[in-house]
């Protein structure tokens, strides 16, 4: 009984001593909470802070606990690849209650467009032009995530990939930087919405920085030669817009940047983020990328990399382990400091306490059936789809169906296809949740229209036996839906193509087809801008829908119908051939823009639809357009606007577009650069005035090689739709 009692009162007396800490009050500003926490640490458990293992798939609950054994209790972070939040929870009770100071493990995953409720990939997402649809999407998918365990994502993306030949075109928002950075930040504000300690918040991580989406041939992983002012003017930027809209994380990419890989780039990580920028929050290496030092020729062992890598400013090794072995001893080699641990370490605390971790470290359990898909999110992800959608043609307005269609021809490997409707990364997607083309179709028609079937081929090969049956079923049709594109894995990481062209077998079977002599719908499903020179000529239509996720098929045949105005325009130049690559909007001026001059010989060199491209079923009309002064000084601001007539007989979404060229500056600026826009609903007839407010520091101005921003003086065209505006700038 004594003994009990002694022993009663000794866990009391531990337990107030404990919840009097400092760090686990939450009434304490965080940054006091951190200190406190980093001056109890021992050096063994800064270093695992700075660590990140995975965790594998593995739920089979007879061995389960022996993977968990493994995990050192002290761990930073862990890559949960499993989205059991029961098992996530047996492991964060393993850091709570059997780590010394109980701090609580971040759980990462790649949530990218969304977790179950799979909504379109983000390339497609970026041609809706609808930050405010891709943040409720994010967000929706942030709370899928904290309920099965997650508190952080590795997304957005936000490199500029202007080769499709990279599968990772994907998933990002394409070719623009000003577009970029905006749905950047609008995906950012959906996962973290507006306070990390949302239960439904997630950590998100811009990546890859920086510059990945130049590897050399398309090739992932390879070189990037990027020079300092492509550097600054193009790829930071949208990666400084993610950060100044309160990013937590960023991740380093595999590339590196004349040399000097981005893992270990101190100038980069050092200087320009933690530095220029003051962020906050922490940096987490790619994959690997710490060892791959070893590859990439700048380091001759794993140690020397983790030193390369630390004092470069990379605070979290993701999977290498090169932290977790030799940091210690390059402390005891003098080749770091503890100081320079703490700093790492303070970064990554302040996330576990912004998220409330300490408080919460445990995932509320809902069942699966709450968890996911729930109605509403589904619901959004069909909007995001329908507004990802893109009419690249539509001749003799064929679209949408007449009511005299009663007899449709489906055909293709993508008509009845799921598992690629998901596109790449949606690891927790299933397929057997996603609407297919053809089920779309066949909601939406029910019996009004008849569908007739035929798969026509596969994605690739040689075996052309279905051609006869698919030109039968295309013959008693009135209009033939022809489905055709990629598989999934075709595009993401380590997806890289020589051509952006479809197999040959999908462009015979198009040619194959058009002996029928009705007309062609096309419907295009994949990852990246597609080379559609021989095939575009000879259908009538043309409907991109990406890799639209789970709700795409009623979306599209919402489309089909006219019950849905497509509004999508592209993020991404859709190049005539492969070998027009690189084509993009913004390029420099030329030096010969007249005649013939520095084009190809053999194709036409303009791209077959540029950015920005994208057809309605109504007509918008852009008239009025004018600006509040035709001259201004740089610390004035001027605005611009114009009005916007539904002048057609449907209702519709236009995305307007406002650019702006500087013709003559110290620097040659690229023809044109988007700065700003907005989308806007007009029923037929109706009419809007849409406003740009120039900020000429911020609008005008343009960054010098090492990253000084500069505003010139003289003339300059501000574009949009139809419309030419010519301002001045003086002193
Ligand atoms: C490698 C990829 O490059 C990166 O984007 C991803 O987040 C990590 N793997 C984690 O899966």
């Known amino acids: 009984?004594?003994?009990?009692?002694?022993?009663?009162?000794?866990?009391?007396?531990?337990?107030?001593?404990?919840?009097?800490?400092?760090?686990?009050?939450?009434?304490?500003?965080?940054?006091?909470?951190?200190?406190?926490?980093?001056?109890?640490?021992?050096?063994?458990?800064?270093?695992?802070?700075?660590?990140?293992?995975?965790?594998?798939?593995?739920?089979?609950?007879?061995?389960?606990?022996?993977?968990?054994k493994n995990i050192p209790a002290d761990i930073g972070s862990l890559i949960y690849l499993n989205i059991n939040p029961e098992i996530r929870n047996n492991i964060q009770r393993k850091a709570i209650e059997e780590s010394r100071l109980g701090i609580p493990i971040l759980f990462g995953f790649d949530v990218i467009h969304g977790l179950r409720t799979v909504y379109p990939i983000p390339l497609a997402q970026a041609c809706s032009f609808n930050p405010k649809l891709i943040t409720a999407a994010c967000r929706m998918a942030a709370k899928e995530a904290t309920l099965s365990g997650i508190n952080w994502t590795f997304s957005p993306m936000v490199d500029i990939a202007r080769d499709?030949?990279?599968?990772?075109?994907?998933?990002?928002?394409?070719?623009?930087?000003y577009l970029s950075g905006v749905?950047?930040?609008?995906?950012?504000?959906?996962?973290?919405?507006?306070?990390?300690?949302?239960?439904?918040?997630?950590?998100?991580?811009?990546?890859?920085?920086?510059?990945?989406?130049?590897?050399?041939?398309?090739?992932?992983y390879r070189p990037t030669d990027i020079s300092k002012q492509a550097l600054w003017e193009t790829y930071l930027p949208p990666f400084e817009m993610g950060i100044k809209s309160g990013a937590a994380t960023i991740m380093s990419s595999f590339n590196d940047i004349s040399g000097i890989p981005a893992t270990a780039n101190h100038y980069l990580l050092n200087d320009v983020l933690k530095n220029k920028w003051n962020f906050k929050g922490f940096v987490v290496s790619d994959w690997n990328a710490?060892?791959?030092?070893?590859?990439?020729?700048?380091?001759?062992?794993?140690?020397?990399?983790?030193?390369?890598?630390?004092?470069?400013?990379?605070?979290?090794?993701?999977?290498?382990?090169?932290?977790?072995?030799?940091?210690?001893?390059?402390?005891?080699?003098?080749?770091?400091?503890?100081?320079?641990?703490?700093?790492?370490?303070?970064?990554?605390?302040?996330?576990k306490f912004h998220l409330g971790l300490f408080e919460r470290p445990y995932t509320t359990i809902v069942n699966e059936a709450e968890r996911y898909l729930q109605k509403e999110d589904v619901k959004l992800a069909s909007l995001l789809a329908e507004e990802s959608m893109v009419l690249l043609k539509n001749q003799n307005k064929l679209l949408p169906l007449s009511p005299s269609v009663q007899n449709i021809a489906v055909i293709g490997p993508l008509a009845k296809n799921k598992t690629d409707l998901l596109g790449s990364w949606a690891f927790r997607g299933n397929p057997k949740d996603v609407e297919t083309i053809y089920e779309g179709l066949e909601k939406e028609f029910g019996n009004k229209i008849r569908l007739n079937y035929a798969l026509g081929c596969k994605k690739e090969g040689n075996d052309i036996s279905g051609f006869e049956e698919a030109l039968k079923v295309a013959k008693t049709s009135d209009l033939i839906i022809l489905c055709l594109g990629e598989d999934k894995s075709w595009s993401g990481e380590n997806a890289s193509r020589s051509t952006i062209a479809l197999p040959r077998i999908q462009e015979e079977l198009l040619t194959h087809l058009k002996k029928a002599e009705k007309p062609i719908v096309l419907i295009l499903s994949n990852g990246r801008p597609l080379e559609l020179a021989r095939i575009e000529p000879h259908v009538d239509a043309i409907v991109e829908i990406w890799q639209p996720?789970?709700?795409?098929?009623?979306?599209?045949?919402?489309?089909?119908?006219?019950?849905?105005?497509?509004?999508?325009?592209?993020?991404?130049?859709?190049?005539?051939?492969?070998?027009?690559?690189?084509?993009?909007?913004?390029?420099?001026?030329?030096?010969?823009?007249?005649?013939?001059?520095?084009?190809?010989?053999?194709?036409?060199?303009?791209?077959?639809?540029?950015?920005?491209?994208?057809?309605?079923?109504?007509?918008?009309?852009?008239?009025?357009?004018?600006?509040?002064?035709?001259?201004?000084?740089?610390?004035?601001?001027?605005?611009?606007e114009v009005t916007i007539i539904n002048t057609g007989k449907s209702s519709g979404k236009e995305t307007v577009l406002w650019y702006i060229a500087d013709p003559v500056c110290s620097i040659s600026r690229p023809i044109k650069?988007?700065?700003?826009?907005?989308?806007?609903?007009?029923?037929?007839?109706?009419?809007?005035?849409?406003?740009?407010?120039i900020n000429p520091y911020k609008d005008l101005s343009y960054v010098n090689s090492s990253g000084v921003r500069f505003l010139e003086s003289g003339k300059f065209i501000l574009y949009v739709g139809t419309e030419k505006l010519i301002f001045e700038v003086v002193e």
Not at 209 to 218: A, D, L
Not at 313 to 341: H, P, T, V
Not at 569 to 596: D, E, W
Request: charged fraction near 25%; aromatic fraction near 12%.
């Open 673 to 693: 650069e988007l700065k700003h826009f907005e989308k806007c609903y007009l029923l037929p007839g109706e009419s809007c005035v849409l406003r740009f407010e």
């Open 549 to 640: 996720g789970i709700a795409g098929g009623s979306a599209l045949a919402g489309i089909l119908s006219g019950r849905l105005s497509p509004s999508g325009k592209l993020s991404v130049t859709f190049p005539r051939t492969t070998g027009q690559i690189p084509i993009y909007y913004n390029m420099r001026q030329t030096a010969r823009p007249y005649g013939n001059m520095g084009n190809y010989q053999d194709i036409q060199t303009t791209p077959l639809y540029p950015f920005g491209y994208g057809l309605s079923y109504t007509n918008f009309t852009y008239t009025n357009a004018r600006i509040s002064s035709n001259k201004v000084r740089k610390d004035e601001k001027l605005t611009a």
């Open 164 to 177: 499709a030949r990279w599968g990772r075109i994907a998933e990002g928002y394409g070719e623009d930087p």
């Open 290 to 351: 710490i060892e791959q030092l070893t590859y990439q020729g700048v380091a001759k062992d794993r140690k020397e990399a983790a030193y390369k890598a630390f004092t470069a400013g990379l605070d979290m090794d993701m999977r290498d382990n090169a932290y977790g072995e030799f940091l210690e001893e390059l402390i005891e080699g003098n080749k770091i400091s503890e100081e320079q641990i703490d700093s790492a370490v303070v970064r990554i605390l302040r996330l």
């Open 1 to 68: 009984m004594w003994r009990f009692l002694i022993l009663f009162c000794f866990v009391n007396i531990h337990k107030n001593i404990y919840s009097q800490l400092v760090y686990k009050d939450s009434m304490q500003p965080i940054e006091t909470r951190v200190q406190d926490l980093l001056k109890r640490m021992t050096l063994k458990e800064k270093i695992l802070q700075l660590n990140q293992y995975t965790f594998g798939e593995n739920d089979n609950p007879n061995n389960i606990g022996e993977e968990i």
């Open 183 to 220: 749905l950047g930040a609008a995906s950012v504000k959906g996962y973290q919405s507006e306070s990390l300690s949302n239960p439904y918040s997630i950590a998100a991580c811009l990546k890859h920085f920086v510059g990945y989406g130049m590897s050399e041939g398309g090739r992932d």
